[in-house]
């Protein structure tokens, strides 16, 4: 939240772009989609390798025993790509209403105050968003430490770029929720409370990141 440009509404949503459209937009001075909804979009593309790598799995003779586990992975990884894809569009139109609320007229005590409350309920939001990215983007990275041992050896590399990347997903919408509690009021309980459970995300993220890298390069040989 460090620019307050005008932006327009999206045309269309994140989802139905193009990827040279969606780079496009992201390569503008508009400020959405940002860092937020690219953050969801690689804990996304994260769910989707980890799919990949479950699909390449089961149905192989040489993986039969993995073959449950696998599939629970893959269906449980389309569950979280769809969620994250759901959240990028959703950390745009919050910051959006970020932007919106700061247009708000403040000629009067009663349109300030008006104001204020919008832009109070509008970076929570801004917030929110982001923190629940973080969280099911760990989930993915945790899929990928699950995938990464037991999938298709010829795709442990997928397993461990799946990694990476949600990873970076988490980190990515860590810095999102940090950039806004400071426009919080200092005693709100969300601004109290968020940063220790965004230490806890960053430290799972990092640490089933490091196991899923460790069992890729075993695998790697």
């Known amino acids: 939240m460090t620019s307050d440009p005008a932006a327009s509404p999206p045309a269309r949503a994140l989802a139905e772009l193009t990827l040279d459209e969606l780079l496009e937009r992201l390569s503008s001075s ?9 953050a969801a979009i690689a804990g996304a593309m994260a769910a989707s390798l980890v799919a990949m790598v479950a699909a390449l799995t089961v149905g192989r003779a040489e993986y039969a025993e ?12 389309a569950s979280v790509r769809d969620e ?14 970020v932007v919106h609320a700061r247009r708000l007229p403040r000629d009067s005590d ?5 104001r204020a409350a919008s832009l109070a309920d509008a970076v929570r939001l801004a917030a929110e968003v982001p923190l629940r990215t973080a969280r099911v983007a760990v ?11 037991i999938g298709n050896r010829n795709a442990a ?6 990694a990476q990347l949600a ?11 940090r950039i806004n509690l ?38 790697l040989g």
């Open 30 to 38: 508009a400020p959405i989609p940002g860092g937020g909804s690219a």
């Open 66 to 77: 993995a073959e449950p586990m696998a599939r629970e992975l893959g269906a449980t990884a």
């Open 84 to 97: 994250l894809i759901e959240l990028a569009q959703r950390d745009s139109e919050a910051y959006e209403a």
């Open 110 to 114: 009663e349109h300030r105050a008006a």
């Open 139 to 149: 989930r993915a990275v945790e899929l990928a430490a699950g995938i990464a041992p």
């Open 157 to 162: 590399s997928d397993a461990g770029v799946a």
């Open 167 to 177: 990873s970076a997903a988490v980190r990515g919408a860590i810095l999102n929720v």
């Open 182 to 219: 400071p426009y919080l009021p200092a005693d709100a309980p969300f601004r109290l409370e968020t940063p220790a459970e965004l230490a806890r995300l960053e430290a799972t993220a990092m640490d089933r990141e490091a196991a899923a890298l460790a069992d890729v390069a075993a695998r």
